[in-house]
T-cell receptor
């Protein structure tokens, strides 16, 4: 099955700086890669996703890049704000699978 | 977007009792729902896949008789933790694929504490 690795596990940045979280996946058949933000005690919320036919997608301060050859994808957050502090999960899903396989999560802390 | 509602959000129960957690898709039908367990500061660990009208599919290491799953309708799946013990204390969360079939929509989660 699919295996997703995520790094780093914790990340602290100063407010206004950029944050980058990286994930790798194992199944070359994976074609859907969402990123979720989870605040303490709350449900994960989708913040951005990308499909395998696209190399990059941007939504305001958030962007995701995908390298299918290397089987890795990254989340980029620019101009970070304290409210960006949360746990971020990447995930991957092969077209044939019903469920997402999640990475281990990254605790992002934005220091004011 | 699609909405998944999970109840209760918090529950405290005595050791040996059973607890039922409900997961409902409010504005779409879900033939499949997923149940996860999340320990503090850890990732979402898939426990089982709930299938409407058929038996659930459990992940390796998950006790079927302890975590009973029922998916009786296209909008409701339930997880019953039977004979709960303190080590079952955790955050349980369900999700369902949205109408497009890819994005996962999560319930609010249930914080279970077994005393």
């Amino acid at each position: 099955g699919e295996n997703v690795e995520q790094h780093p596990s914790t990340l602290s940045v100063q407010e206004g700086d950029s944050a980058v979280i990286k994930c790798t996946y194992s199944d070359s058949a994976s074609n859907y890669f969402p990123w979720y933000k989870q605040e303490l005690g709350k449900r994960p919320q989708l913040i951005i996703d990308i499909r395998s036919n696209v190399g990059e997608k941007k939504d305001q301060r958030i962007a995701v890049t995908l390298n299918k050859t290397a089987k890795h994808f990254s989340l980029h957050i620019t101009e970070t704000q304290p409210e960006d502090s949360a746990v971020y999960f990447c995930a991957a899903k092969p077209g044939s699978a019903r469920q997402l396989t999640f990475g281990s999560g990254t605790q992002l802390t934005v220091l004011p | 977007g699609a909405v998944v509602s999970q109840h209760p959000s918090r529950v405290i129960c005595k050791s040996g009792t059973s607890v039922k957690i409900e997961c409902r898709s409010l504005d779409f039908q879900a033939t499949t729902m997923f149940w996860y367990r999340q320990f503090p500061k850890q990732s979402l660990m898939l426990m089982a896949t709930s299938n409407e009208g058929s038996k659930a599919t459990y992940e390796q290491g998950v006790e079927k008789d302890k975590f009973l799953i029922n998916h009786a309708s296209l909008t409701l799946s339930t997880l019953t933790v039977t004979s709960a013990h303190p080590e079952d204390s955790s955050f349980y969360i369900c999700s369902a694929p949205g109408p497009k079939g890819t994005e996962a929509f999560f319930g609010q989660g249930t914080r279970l504490t077994v005393v």
